[in-house]
DNA sequence: TCTGGGGTCCTAGGACCC
DNA sequence: TCTGGGGTCCTAGGACCC
């Protein structure tokens, strides 16, 4: 019999209006929420502004007046400082353990099976030093299943006395804490799986973990299964430690619907060039490209939805190719006299740059002059901001570009918006 | 009126084959 | 045209996550 596994979640509180706090002092203690793209809702929320009642993604438009009347700080989204701020806290948690999972931008699981510490101590100075260190707020959880982790990192957040940790492998009430734990607040039960249970009358964690495997297979398929094997204490969900990407999107809602040709012509030429960014940047490649172009999914009856995609006779990472095809689809699957909502690009079956089969046919003189260009022009901007080097056809005036009226400069990641002492 | 973007995994069912 | 079983592979859609 091995020994029981220990995971600890560290989960960075309120991420994104967190980031904003650090170069932004003066909110330190006002309400204050982080807006997605176009400014249209709610995606990160201050304590403060949780405790005003505003969700997880309300629309601006619903939450006008209570920004006026509590003076609520609001953020557009600045990923690129987020996407930076992330890999710092990165960085030093991989520094309490090298078996690290960064699970999304503002968690990680580690694996602690193996250090022979003091767990309450370790965990407290995984909360301490990555405050000290980024200013970042953070949450530790323990327990021996992923599952656990995640339950027991959202009780160390939400009980102050805590003081952002809580130790949950030796905890000798572990039943107790699955009955006050609410179904629909289990990590693996979402909105569709929580109704169902009520359908049941399944209200907490402990009730879900005791039905009868079959039972939870056939209406919660196998991963409703892993949720209560790992409510029970024993792990199923392991450590991703190397987990490769399988797809890569682009997509943007319009502020205002575009119903020209040349607009989402414009449109694709910026996503493709973001899109190619980011294959260099997980040097990854592709050989299939979907895009698709949609009309509003609120406008009932009228709801439209086109997508084509190509097959290139060789894998690619670089931004010409990927404008080119973008364009010939969009030929493609374009009519007129529809407004368009939003449009995207897609990239699936990717394969590492470093082993790609190199097919018979490639000219790999012509690919490796497109790749250079490309990659050069990855340098420039990244040092001198976005988009300072471009492809010519891309028209950034355009009306598809996201409206951000709100946004924070990249203090960390641009050198024109490197952050003033005063 | 206004309602984001980017991912992964599982399953059911169709196409195709013997 | 109808009749049957069994297997694989692929894809669309649905579920989940942040």
């Known amino acids: 019999m091995s020994r029981e596994k220990i ?20 909110i330190k203690n006002r309400p204050a929420v982080v807006l997605s793209n176009n400014d249209s809702c709610v995606i990160s929320r201050s304590n403060e502004a949780k405790n005003l009642g505003i969700k997880m993604g309300d629309p601006l438009f619903k939450i006008e007046n209570k920004i006026n009347l509590y003076n609520i700080a609001v953020f557009s989204s600045n990923f690129s400082l987020y996407g930076d701020i992330s890999s710092r806290v990165m960085e030093i948690i991989r520094k309490f353990s090298p078996d690290i999972e960064i699970y999304s931008i503002d968690e990680a699981f580690i694996n602690l099976t ?14 301490k030093t990555v405050e000290q260190w980024t200013g970042i707020p953070v949450s530790v959880g323990m327990a021996t299943t992923k599952t656990l982790a995640k339950i027991a990192t959202s009780i160390a957040k939400k009980h102050k006395k805590f003081r952002g940790f809580f130790n949950m492998t030796r905890h000798s009430d572990i039943k107790r804490i699955l009955e006050i734990t609410p179904i629909d607040d289990v990590w693996g039960i979402g909105h569709k799986y929580a109704k169902k249970t009520k359908y049941f009358r399944i209200e907490n964690a402990y009730q879900f973990s005791k039905l009868p495997d079959t039972f939870i297979k056939k209406y919660f398929s196998v991963n409703g299964l892993k949720t209560a094997m790992e409510l029970r204490g024993v792990s199923v969900i392991p450590m991703e430690l190397f987990s490769t990407r399988k797809s890569i999107v682009v997509s943007r809602s319009f502020k205002e619907p ?5 607009e989402l012509k414009a449109a694709f030429v910026y996503f493709s060039t973001l899109a190619g960014e980011k294959l260099r940047r997980e040097r990854v490649e592709t050989k299939f490209i979907k895009i698709f172009i949609k009309t509003n999914r609120f406008d009932k009856g009228n709801y439209l939805y086109n997508e084509d995609f190509m097959l290139l006779p060789n894998y690619t990472n670089t931004t010409k190719d990927i404008i080119n095809t973008s364009l ?4 493609r699957i374009y009519h007129n006299n529809i407004k368009y909502k939003k449009a995207g690009i897609l990239f ?29 022009m990855d340098t420039i901007n990244k040092r001198y901001g976005s988009y300072t080097v471009k492809y010519a056809n891309i028209n950034l005036s355009s009306k598809f570009l996201p409206s951000q009226k709100r946004k924070s400069k990249e203090y960390t990641t641009n050198w024109k918006e490197l952050a003033t002492v005063k």
Request: one cysteine or more; glycine letters at 2%; aromatic letters at 12%.
């Open 7 to 26: 995971f600890a979640l560290v989960d960075c509180n309120n991420f994104y209006v967190s980031c904003e706090r650090l170069f932004n002092p003066i």
């Open 114 to 127: 193996d250090i022979n510490m003091n767990l309450d101590n370790y965990g407290i100075s995984i909360v």
């Open 258 to 262: 575009l119903m020209e040709l040349d």
């Open 328 to 331: 010939l689809l969009l030929n």
């Open 348 to 376: 699936t079956n990717l394969v590492s740059s470093n082993n790609k089969q190199w097919d018979i046919f490639c000219n790999s003189a012509e690919y490796k002059k497109k790749n250079q260009l490309s990659k050069s």
